[in-house]
């Protein structure tokens, strides 16, 4: 079983222990200690402790430190890659990616975070001067989900950091065996500055999120977890940074290349199975462009192969945990009781012996009342409907509770900045789905959630302003007891 890790050692722990699995095996792959209250005190005392020194490390200082757990995340970037397949499905390529892209997150806090600003204001009277500084919010705990481990842990803990917090992080219980590989790049930060508790979220989680040493939550997680961490920040008054789902849309206008958005679209659709917050989980087809694009849709999508993702072969790796399985086979199953058709996929694959895999499923004929369509899915689907007009595709776009992303394909000026104008997300993709950029801000409106990471937008969330109003001549004021000059000046 593997241990915690607080305040820079590996505590030993006499914790239940709770397995971790391979979802394409079912085999289990180690196990992590089930986290309690005590564990999250002790974690929550090191992150205090840590942080009277780490706040004052100078910038450049904490630039090269947060640039060397770069360095050592890449060095053991095929080890990381490799674990997050076993234990969380997707391709290699895309877990080897992912390590990439949370070293690359560590490297443009590094520099961001040395480049932080105040502001100076014009004073009120003269022999003032007014101005403003950032300050940490102090420890933050930070949670986040399964789907990208490293990477979601690494956009809350690396602009934390930055920022001068010190920070509790916990993993998800389906996918905490990368992280804590990761503690080798995190022996670079001074002990306690960054921990690591395993555990269920009703038990560790919920004990980070109410106690009273935690000073911020950062939460990347399901809706209903939001609304939960959300209740409880408010009774304390805590700022509760919350990233939740999504239901994203994505529109091909007429003017399409259907090649490249067929392409885009089965790609948007099922990348790591369909479990990404920004998966395109609703399909907007011109009528005009609609036979051809689902035909040539469907002709690629037979070409994926479902797969171990340590088999370089893979295009698509199995879904999470059983209760997804069975989550996304009765939304497909009740989709086609309906009415909507399976023109690829619509089942669970019997290809292996083993392993939680579905096949990746274009469904049409679907009405946006289907719980499909509505909601979010969580899995390889890909639910297509037909619009007629650029106020119908809009209308559609927006019909669902999430924020998140928004695709769309067409290269005609006026439609595309309509769209982006009209649809409500916090990032709207023209012509190339899904990408982040470090620099660009990323989260969702409505639903998802209010606040923003990545970008200076990504480290302000995790710093608070303070307005310092400076008076460099000690005199008495008109306007002090006794009122009768101040009056009498009236
Ligand atoms: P989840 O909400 O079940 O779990 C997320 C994390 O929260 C886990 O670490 C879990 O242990 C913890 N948790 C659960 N209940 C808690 C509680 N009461 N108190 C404290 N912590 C608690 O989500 P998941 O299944 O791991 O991830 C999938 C969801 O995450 C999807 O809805 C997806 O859209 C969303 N997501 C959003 C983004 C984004 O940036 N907006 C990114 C990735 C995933």
């Not at 950032?134 to 481990?149: F, S």
């Not at 911020?216 to 919350?242: F, M, N, P, Y």
């Not at 307005?467 to 004021?477: A, P």
Request: charged share 25%; proline share 6%.
């Amino acid at each position: 079983m593997r241990k915690q890790w607080i305040g820079g050692t590996w505590s030993r722990t006499k914790r239940e222990p709770i397995p971790v699995i391979d979802p394409a095996t079912e085999e289990v792959l180690d196990s992590v200690a089930r986290g309690t209250t005590e564990d999250a005190d002790r974690a929550v005392a090191a992150a205090r402790r840590a942080l009277s020194d780490w706040r004052w490390v100078p910038g450049v200082e904490k630039a090269a430190t947060l640039h060397e757990v770069a360095r050592r995340m890449r060095v053991r970037k095929a080890e990381l890659a490799r674990q997050m397949t076993l234990e969380g499905g997707k391709p290699y390529c895309e877990n080897h990616d992912e390590v990439e892209w949370s070293a690359a997150c560590f490297d443009y806090y590094a520099e961001v975070g040395r480049d932080s600003r105040g502001s100076s204001l014009p004073p009120v009277a003269a022999h003032q001067v007014n101005f403003t500084i950032q300050e940490p919010y102090g420890v933050v705990a930070a949670i986040v989900p399964w789907n990208y481990p490293l990477l979601l842990l690494s956009w809350k803990v690396a602009p934390a950091l930055a920022a001068g917090n010190t920070v509790v992080l916990k993993p998800s219980e389906e996918t905490p065996l990368a992280t804590l590989d990761l503690v080798s790049a995190f022996e670079a930060l001074p002990p306690g500055v960054l921990n690591i508790v395993t555990g269920y979220g009703r038990e560790v989680g919920e004990a980070l999120v109410v106690h009273p040493g935690t000073d911020l939550v950062a939460l990347t997680g399901s809706l209903a977890t939001g609304i939960r961490v959300g209740e409880l920040c408010a009774r304390q008054v805590k700022k509760a940074h919350l990233e939740l789902g999504g239901n994203d849309p994505f529109i091909v206008f007429p003017d399409a290349d259907l090649n490249v958005a067929s392409k885009g679209a089965v790609w948007a659709a099922f990348l790591n199975a369909g479990q990404v917050c920004t998966s395109a989980k609703r399909f907007f087809i011109f009528e005009e462009i609609y036979d051809e694009f689902v035909a040539r849709a469907v002709k690629f999508t037979r070409s994926l192969k479902l797969g171990h993702g340590l088999d370089p072969a893979t295009d698509i790796g199995p879904v999470i945990n059983p209760k997804q399985l069975a989550d996304l086979e009765a939304r497909v199953a009740e989709a086609v009781a309906a009415g909507a058709r399976a023109l690829t996929g619509g089942k669970r694959s019997r290809k292996f012996a083993k392993g939680l895999f579905y096949e990746p499923t274009i469904l049409v004929d679907v009405r946006p009342e289907m719980r499909i369509v509505a909601t979010e899915t969580f899995g390889p689907t890909m639910p297509i409907q037909k619009v007629r007009t650029i106020d119908e595709a809009i209308d559609a776009a927006n019909a669902q509770e999430y924020g998140l992303g928004a695709n769309i394909y067409t290269n005609n000026m006026e439609w595309a900045m309509t769209a982006m104008e009209r649809i409500t997300a916090g990032t709207f993709w023209i012509n190339d789905p899904l990408t982040d950029n470090e620099a660009g801000p990323f989260g969702g409106m409505k639903k998802t959630g209010h606040s923003r990471e990545l970008g200076i937008e990504g480290l302000d969330e995790f710093r608070e302003t303070k307005h310092v109003h400076l008076d460099y001549k000690q005199e008495l004021k008109p306007y002090w007891y006794p009122y009768k000059k101040y009056n009498a000046s009236r």
